[in-house]
């Protein structure tokens, strides 16, 4: 399923940015008061810009991104100025899709070895007689 970030102008002027994968029933869900707090108390909102279909991590990622940029930032991004938006998304898409990662030689070896001794976490304490 693709998700998109979207950016929402609010009533005072401020840019709200979010996730979706549904962004005009989002900007609906808003505008009736069912967004996030932020929203409700400046509406009427405008969807503003909506970006390209990509996966959850990689929208969520996005996400953040777009919102520690500076206002400029953001209002280019909203004015479709390709070098903001393209550097974020080369970063986002370059990044690992999944934070697992195969384990080393040497973490193997201790998984092995713990498999069969327990920790001291696990081990059963009995009460002294």
């Known amino acids: 399923m693709p998700w998109f970030a979207y950016f ?3 009533r005072d002027g401020s840019l ?3 996730v979706t994968t ?3 029933q989002r900007l609906a869900a808003h505008q ?3 967004g996030a707090r932020y929203t409700r108390a400046r509406r009427p ?6 970006s390209p ?3 959850k991590v990689a929208a969520h990622r996005l996400e953040y991104r777009l919102k520690h940029l ?3 930032a953001k209002l280019a991004v909203v004015r479709g100025e390709r070098e903001p938006l393209a550097g974020l998304l080369h970063m986002v898409l370059r990044e690992r899709s999944s934070t697992v990662r195969p384990a080393s030689a040497s973490r193997r070896r201790r998984m092995a070895g713990s498999a069969s001794s327990p920790t001291t ?3 059963r304490i009995t009460p002294a007689r």
Do not use: F
Request: aromatic share 8%; with cysteine.
């Open 32 to 34: 009736a008061g069912r």
């Open 121 to 123: 976490r696990q081990r």
């Open 22 to 24: 549904d962004a005009e």
């Open 8 to 10: 929402l102008r609010c």
């Open 45 to 50: 909102l405008t969807l503003v810009w909506v």
């Open 53 to 55: 279909a990509l996966g």
């Open 70 to 72: 500076d206002r400029r």
């Open 16 to 18: 709200y940015g979010g």
